[in-house]
């Protein structure tokens, strides 16, 4: 009997996704009025409400499961606890994931499920450190999983130990420079340049990209280190001359260095490539006058005119 329900819900799922609803649900609550005396199909379709968002029939089912089977297999038990958590997380019931979670702590039970409830319980309520010691042991469980090896580094991001987030970013493998790149971008709005340069570097070594050059160009402009700035910047260029916002960068690097005349010849480049940008135009305009390049200065003096006549 237990196997015909099981199909029964089965084919319910497929009528679902095959834009069936109302037969599909017809059948899962057929099922639910007639099987209430099997758990391991009560739980199937606990499994099935929870998947299609009906989180109040899910719930109400497991609750029933535990209520009516006192003696109930201990695996069957557990996936009903796991799954009720699970519900109550959703629903930001803090309280109550944590009371189903730690009875499942407390009998000793161990698995990669409660782990990762364990983590998600504490992480939602800014509780990083916590989660992370949870996050560790689904580690253990699983050492390969690229979704538990992202999560790990993208939280170590969070709590500034960067080191281990690049360990374990490392290990996931291609994911892990886009997340790199996302921390680093987050850093460096925040003002904390020395970890992002850090990041970006690291990103470096694993992809060349002209956005990547480019963040450790800006990122070593911003502490100081010029030399390095202009090096990422020629790198940069080498490999997409057309990479625009490197040019005023450049520009900046090099009035930093006390090189106006460098700085001229970037900022001409960038003129020549994009030639939009008025504030670049004025900027030119008056290193030129400075440097006393009168007849640059008119070229360039009507270019920004007419654009600012365009604009009228």
Known sequence: MTKQWLYVIDEAIKRIENDELELGL???????????????VMLYLAEVWYRFGHLNEAEQLLQDILRRNSDLEPSLRQECQL???????????????????????????????L????????????LDEVAIKYLEQARKKDPKNKEILTALGNMYFQIGKDDEAMQALDEAGEQSVDLILSKARVLAQNGEFEQAYHLFQHALEQQQSAEIFYGCAMMAFH????????????SLLALDEEYVAGYPLSADIYLSQGKTEKAIEALEQYVELSGFDLDQIRRLVALLTQAGRYDDVKTYQKLLDDWNTEEE
């Open 223 to 234: 502490t100081g280190k010029l030399e390095e700035a202009q090096s990422f910047v020629g």
């Open 83 to 113: 799954l009720l958590a699970e519900i109550a997380l959703d629903g930001n019931d803090f309280d109550t994931a944590q009371t189903i979670l730690y009875e499942l702590v407390e009998t000793g039970e161990e698995n990669l499920r």
């Open 115 to 126: 782990d990762l409830l364990l983590t998600d319980l504490y992480a939602m309520q800014g």
């Open 26 to 40: 017809q059948a899962l609550k057929k099922v639910q009025e007639h099987g209430r005396e099997l758990p391991e």
